[in-house]
């Protein structure tokens, strides 16, 4: 039973336009929302985080709206750029250190 | 060094072998997790420590995996019998505290093949 759901694979964006990426869950008890960035052979990074308590977030070009009633959050990147390509995870956790849980992630492409 | 250190990058090991994966927190960090993500999927957890001891290990498939962290620093994620389903990218991840909000830093995993 996935508890946060990833439903795109991939998605392939042009060079300055909107990317969104987005996530469901299931679990009301999630308090605290992030998204990582991964490149292949390096581990996942930090990239932007929501409070169960907000609806949204924004640092530069990313932005994450989260929908409590709809279990559902969302990650915008405008513009895109070439190097924002890579895999996005959705994660999810509980109040207190609790660990995370994981989308399967979405592939970008940023094409130029 | 300044972020999580993980050894060996790569490890090929047959089946049936123990194999160890470590783990090198960032220096002051106290809470430690390891990962495992297999092949098109996200990170799925399996043990938390908070310090020395393991605050939550709900997500180790068996008694075949073991993780240690003797002095609340380096870990090691200790794997008996291995077997081919084993194979997977092992990610260890820390953080400075146990709130909610404090942000995991994850090193850059290792992958283990077991033929």
């Known amino acids: 039973d996935q508890q946060v759901k990833q439903n795109s694979p991939s998605l392939s964006v042009q060079e300055g336009r909107i990317s969104i990426l987005n996530c469901d869950y299931t679990?009301?008890?999630?308090?605290?929302f992030l998204w990582y960035k991964k490149y292949p052979a390096e581990g996942p990074t930090f990239l932007i985080s929501?409070?169960?308590?907000?609806d949204k977030n924004e640092d530069g070009r990313f932005t994450v709206f989260l929908n409590k009633s709809a279990k559902h959050l969302s990650l915008h990147i405008v513009p895109s750029q070439p190097g924002d390509s890579a895999v996005y995870f959705c994660?999810?956790?509980?109040?207190?250190?609790?660990?995370?849980?994981f989308g399967k992630g979405t592939r970008l492409s940023v094409i130029a | 060094g300044a972020g999580v250190s993980q050894t060996p990058s790569n490890k090929v090991t047959e089946k049936g072998k123990y194999v160890e994966l470590r783990c090198d927190p960032i220096?002051?960090?106290?809470?430690l997790y390891w990962y495992r993500q297999s092949l098109g999927q996200g990170p799925e957890f399996l043990i938390y420590?908070?310090?020395?001891?393991?605050?939550?290990d709900s997500g180790l498939p068996n008694d075949r995996f073991f993780a240690v962290r003797p002095e609340g620093s380096v870990s090691t994620l200790k794997i008996q019998r291995t077997e081919r389903g084993d194979s997977a990218v092992y990610l260890c991840?820390?953080?400075?505290?146990?709130?909610?909000?404090?942000?995991?830093?994850f090193g850059q995993g290792t992958r283990l093949t077991v033929v």
């Open positions: 991840a820390s953080s400075w505290d146990t709130s909610t909000y404090a942000e995991a830093f």
């Open positions: 679990n009301s008890m999630f308090d605290y």
């Open positions: 929501i409070s169960s308590i907000k």
């Open positions: 994660a999810a956790r509980m109040s207190g250190n609790t660990p995370l849980v």
């Open positions: 220096s002051g960090h106290t809470a």
């Open positions: 420590f908070q310090g020395t001891g393991a605050a939550d």
